[in-house]
Every structure is written in structure tokens, then in C-alpha cells.
């Protein structure tokens, strides 16, 4: 959403030093709002819905066996994420590599404070940090325009931006905007070495010639802030522009407060058991995708639009439903649903007289870490019922909820369904 913000009103704009901080920031923003607590205390009508857990389907076939074997969408998920972040990691390594390699390769010489690296033809000119990489068959006067224009990189310490989107791309390389923000600072990289250009008083057309002339080699590296061929027409086109005046000024003024209202709602989530955000409310809302929602009332049910609705009892304000660190079976989710099936018993009775259905099981994760307070939501029969309180009662402890640093106790609803493979005609 930053990153769009920047595209739709500040990418045509001439503040070229304003893009690359706005760009900059997104990437710490990015970062960093997840870890900082914007809350704050509202009334919240929601915070007696119960967090409804996963549900557990139990057969006639597969009630008592394990799930060792089984493997989770999310650990397919990581081993992709993490073999992109070692190739993409690997492929940063070698990029430092053959700098380091180059660099040692030819001829250097000192520059006032900079070092001339002179390569073979078949390179476009670029810089990383102070060195400088130059064809030594380039004319005298081309390479002293082309050292100033890498001075000003140098000087405005572009290379620790290019060094800062590289790893953010690195880690967050199934993220498109991640590699956009990465293009655009590279963008705003150049416009301001063309700029300075210009301000030094060098002729336009002349310049664009020179660009023109040494853009057609090949670039070393991503690591690096080179003469990009691809770039041209937008470089040319922004140094035609006329520079943003006021209306281009109040763009940046008009996404200050949405930037503020983003750092909120996207953050407004982290609450304690007596206020509420946007996230925290969206996660409630979600809830009514489940066929089962827990509202403080005396004991009563109805039927809405195919969804059931089950009252419960008025909960205990030190009890929360949604914490920022939230209880843990050891061993996650695949744990907790292998121990499920591996020891709840689909009653022989009620196999024989086909029941089956959906247990709601209701139960709170202390803070000791132990499951406490078990009790039927909304049941089956008295056999199914029972089996699916004797299982839970059962379940070793988990690892406990916090918020705010401090240890709380979290309340659960879990989904038990009964159901038999085959019914009987």
C-alpha cells in the first residue's frame, strides 16, 4: 500500500530527494510496524467471541492413528521460502564476489578520495561505494563527466540504499513490491546524479548524448549504480520536466495522514482484553465463516442464513480471546491435531446407530500453560460428547499466551467432526 501511494503521486514528481526517502522508509516501515503497538481502548462489542481453531475431522478409520507422516502446507511453504532466500542469497555472495574479483583484476588508481578502476571495453561504467569502474578506452573528457556523475552517487551514499533493498529483496523475494521499491530507488538513484549534472551547468542535449554513448555495455552487478540502458527514456523524460511546484508539495502533504491511518490500522490488531483495532475487529468478523459463534447470553441457539449461532456463558474479563503472542500447542498445530487422532475413540455405539456431527469443545490455556475450564459449546450425542471432553481434558500443556510481555490465560473453541465413512442404507 506504500509502495502504491508513491506510484500513484509521487513518481512523476521532481523531488527527487524526497522519492528516495519516502522509498527508504517504506523498506524500515515495512519492517519494523509489525513490532510496534499502536492500540488503543475502545469499547469492544466483540471480545466475547470465542478464537475457533482449526477444525478435526475424526472417522471410524483414521480415529487412534497418527499423523507422523503427514506433511502441512506450511512446512512445504518454508521449504520454498527458504530455498528461494539461499538462492537469492547466494546469488548476493557471488555479486560481492565478482566485484571483489574485478576490482583485483585491473589496473586502479586514486582520484581525489575515489578509485579509478580502468576496465576492458564491454563494460558500462558504474560505482560502488568510492570505487569507480571505467572503460580505459573511453575519451578524456567523457570520463571526467562520467567520474562526476559517479561522484554524485558516491557523495549521496547511493550504494548503502542499493546494499539496503538488495537484502530487503533477498528475504522478501516472493514479494513483488519488495523487487518495485528496489527498481524505483534505482530510479530515483539516477535522477538525482542527472540533476546534479544539470545544476553543474553541463548542456542537456550534450549529456544525453554522453548517456546515450556509454550506456550499452554490460553491468556487472545489481549491487552496483551503473549507466542503465533501460532507463534512458524515463531519465531523459524527467530532466525535460518542469520541477514540481505546490501541487506537486501538497501530494506529499496529502499522504502524510494516510501513511498515520496505515501505521494504525494495520497495526490497531495488537490489544489488550479491554481495547480493540481494525485488525482485532477483522479477525472477529472473520469468525463468521465458522459454523459456530460463541456470544455472552444465557444458553440458547437459532439458525441465521444457514449459520448457527450458540450463547455462552458471560466470560471472565482476565480471560482474553485474541493476544498478541498467542497459546501454543507444543509442537504447533500438526502436533495437536496427530494427538487428537491419536487418541480420541469413535464410540462403538455410536457407530452402530450412525451418529455422527460436529463437537464445539470450549476450553481456556491458563497461565501455566494448562488447559482448564473444558466444556461442550454445542454437542452431539452424550457418547460423542464425552469422548471429545475426555480427550481435551486430557491434552498436555501448551505453551502460554502473552501480552504486553506478561503471561494470560486465552480462550479456545475446537471443532471436533464425528464422521462415518460410509453410512448404511
Known sequence: MFYLLYWLFLRSETFFKLNRVYLLAVLVFALILPLIDFSFNTVNTFDNYRMVL?????????????LSNSISIVQILSVIYFTGLVIFLVRFLFQIYRLSDITRKFEKYNNNGIKLVLTDSGYSPFSFFRLVFLNREIDKQEAEKIIAHEKIHIDQYHSLDVILSELFTIFQWFNPFAWQIRKSIREVHEFLADAGMLQCGLEKQLYQKLLLSVTMGNSVSSLTTNFNYSLLKRRFIMMSKAKSG??????????????????????????????????????????????????????????????????????????YTVVEQMPVFKGGNDALNRYILENI???????????????????????????????????????????????????????????????VSVAFTLPIKFRLEEKKK
Do not use: C
Not at 455422527?356 to 470450549?362: C, Q
Not at 491434552?395 to 504486553?404: A, E, H
Open 54 to 66: 482449526d477444525a478435526i475431522t475424526i472417522t471410524a478409520a483414521n480415529a487412534g492413528k497418527s
Open 246 to 319: 505546490n501541487l506537486g508539495m501538497l501530494k506529499f502533504l496529502f499522504i502524510i495522514p494516510v501513511v498515520i491511518f496505515l501505521m494504525f490500522s494495520l497495526n490497531a490488531g495488537k490489544s489488550d482484553g479491554s481495547s480493540s483495532g481494525l485488525n482485532n475487529r477483522l479477525m472477529h468478523i472473520a469468525l463468521y465463516n465458522n459454523p459456530l459463534i460463541a456470544i455472552s447470553r444465557p444458553d440458547a441457539t437459532y439458525a441465521n442464513n444457514d449459520m448457527k449461532y450458540i450463547y455462552a456463558d458471560k466470560p471472565d474479563t482476565s480471560v
Open 345 to 407: 475413540v469413535y464410540p462403538k455405539e455410536s457407530k452402530d446407530k450412525l451418529t455422527e456431527g460436529t463437537v464445539y469443545v470450549s476450553f481456556i490455556v491458563n497461565q501455566k500453560g494448562k488447559v482448564t475450564k473444558v466444556k461442550i459449546l454445542r454437542g452431539v450425542d452424550h457418547l460423542l460428547d464425552a469422548e471429545a471432553l475426555r480427550v481435551i481434558k486430557s491434552m498436555p500443556d501448551w505453551t502460554p499466551g502473552k501480552q504486553k510481555g506478561e503471561v
